[in-house]
């Protein structure tokens, strides 16, 4: 699954290929190169990132099962709503996190983000109003957030040009390892409680303080830290770039599916699938499996695990742009097998299928960027090129809780189900042939850094900044136009209608 933290910016993935063999002398000699506060950090990042994927295989289910069976009873659309700011939130932080780690000292960041991460999850678990989980949920994405660009400011400073690319591929590994793990202890905790689940998540952050205060050593700081308020001006600078905001939302189309693995995917298992041939299968080796939602993380970190190195070096000479689409492509036929059946190996293989799209598509990105950014900027806009997971999850989560419960909710176990089913994931899968159709339109008429250019893509994001602040002002209306105040559709109102107008502002400034 997605690591939702700035490695290259604020979005370093678990599964960016990195190739190296364990067995190779040079890689055994590499490895006595890495200073022990490499190794801790390594560490520290299996530790959350496993109380991340752990919580989050599961958290779209318990938030909405009937309480009869240790749900919270919430709806899919608030359900979809909650996890498309939490997530948006964990991208976000990070843009200050690296600033503050370097004013205030690694350690004592990492203390308090492992503090504010394990109170979250703790908190979390023992509430069950929709506003408290929602607040103690968000105290766990500010942990997220501030933690990642520590871990990946602490390996940067602990490699150097010769073994940078193997320790950041230890890095991802490590990732992988937490995500395909946890889910699988979850599948044995919450047959006891849905609280233990949020407890191990407490437990594996609250653990990680024990080495932060008698082992980790602050990492030696760059001569010339950014301030917040340079942060905020970068910010300013990259947000103003209409031709690479463009970019951003063509390919964040992509991310809209990813993140339906989060929500969508996991209710689509419960209400649809009939897992009991994937039971019976393991249990002829005598491996009594119970195939579950978290069982989707551990096929896409299995997936991961398994075939990164060689895709990895199947796309090592191919061009950005074509490996990207070509990645969005295999991720479409991914949601095509979903929409094909409901049958439980046609459903496995589409999550193994769209794993291998991501796991293609999205290490050339970051290449991708290289080119599209001013040459003389590289390095900051490559901090910024996490927004696609802004977009994606702020419109991936609430479009899949609201089409999921008007469309998919109502006809469980109806005779026009499966048909339902279909036209749902289609619609996903249009999406993304749009997002893959709209990458190679991009990259014919807007790639290259030119007045033109820069001019049309300026007048393309207006017209979608003007959508974007006449839907705003829509959902205001919809929030006070029935009996009661509607305080979601007003958040999102408001999260509308600051894109859309800040985004407005700046266009007609450039002009």
Not at 66 to 92: D, H, M, N, P, R
């Amino acid at each position: 699954m997605l690591s939702l933290h700035p490695l290259k910016g604020a979005a370093a993935r678990r599964r960016l290929p990195y190739t190296f063999q364990m067995s190779n002398p040079r890689s055994t000699s590499v490895l006595r190169s890495f200073p022990p506060v490499f190794w801790l950090a390594n560490v520290m990042e299996l530790f959350e990132r496993a109380a991340y994927y752990g919580l989050n295989s599961v958290l779209a289910v318990y938030l909405t099962n009937k309480i009869s069976v240790g749900g919270l009873g919430f709806s899919e659309q608030s359900v979809g709503f909650l996890q498309s700011l939490i997530y948006a939130f964990t991208y976000v932080i990070p843009i200050a996190g690296g600033a503050l780690a370097d004013r205030y000292g690694y350690r004592r960041m990492l203390l308090f983000a492992f503090s504010i991460l394990s109170a979250g999850y703790f908190i979390a678990g023992n509430v069950t109003a929709y506003g408290a989980v929602f607040a103690a949920l968000l105290l766990m994405a500010t942990g997220a957030g501030l933690f990642k660009p520590i871990i990946s400011g602490t390996l940067a400073r602990t490699t150097t040009e010769e073994n940078s690319g193997f320790g950041f591929g230890i890095y991802y590994w490590m990732i992988n390892i937490g995500a395909f793990l946890a889910p699988l202890a979850v599948s044995i905790l919450k047959g006891f409680s849905w609280r233990y689940v949020f407890m191990a998540s407490a437990i594996y952050c609250a653990a990680m303080l024990v080495p932060t205060v008698f082992l980790f050593k602050d990492p030696p700081r760059p001569e010339n830290s950014k301030s917040l308020r340079e942060v905020a001006h970068s910010a300013a600078m990259v947000l103003g770039d209409a031709r690479f905001m463009l970019m951003i939302v063509v390919y964040s189309g992509f991310w809209i599916l990813y993140f339906q693995t989060f929500g969508s995917v996991l209710w689509y298992l419960r209400d649809f699938v009939d897992a009991t041939p994937v039971d019976r299968f393991f249990a002829s080796f005598g491996v009594h499996l119970k195939f579950d939602t978290e069982h989707v993380t551990v096929v896409n970190g299995g997936t991961i695990i398994l075939l990164q190195v060689l895709v990895s070096r199947l796309v090592k000479k191919v061009r950005a742009l074509p490996t990207m689409v070509a990645g969005i492509v295999i991720g479409t036929l991914g949601f095509l097998c979903l929409a094909a059946s409901t049958n439980v190996w046609v459903f496995i293989l589409g999550l193994s299928v769209f794993s291998i799209g991501e796991m293609t598509a999205h290490p050339k990105y970051y290449s991708y960027v290289g080119l599209v950014a001013p040459k003389d900027k590289v390095a900051v806009y490559m901090g910024y090129a996490f927004l696609y997971g802004v977009i994606g999850s702020l419109i991936g989560s609430s479009l899949g809780g609201f089409m999921y419960g008007a469309m998919l909710k109502p006809v469980i176990g109806q005779p026009g189900a499966q048909a339902a089913a279909r036209l749902f994931w289609l619609i996903f899968v249009g999406l993304n042939i749009l997002a893959a159709v709209g990458l190679v339109f991009y990259d014919r008429v807007f790639a290259v850094d030119t007045p033109e250019t820069n001019e049309k893509a300026r007048k393309v994001m207006l017209a979608i900044y003007v959508v974007l602040l006449a839907a705003g002002l829509g959902f205001v209306y919809a929030s006070l136009s029935g009996p009661e105040i509607s305080y979601k559709i007003l958040v999102q109102a408001a999260i509308l209608l600051i894109l859309g107008a800040g985004g407005t502002a700046v266009s007609l400034r450039k002009r």
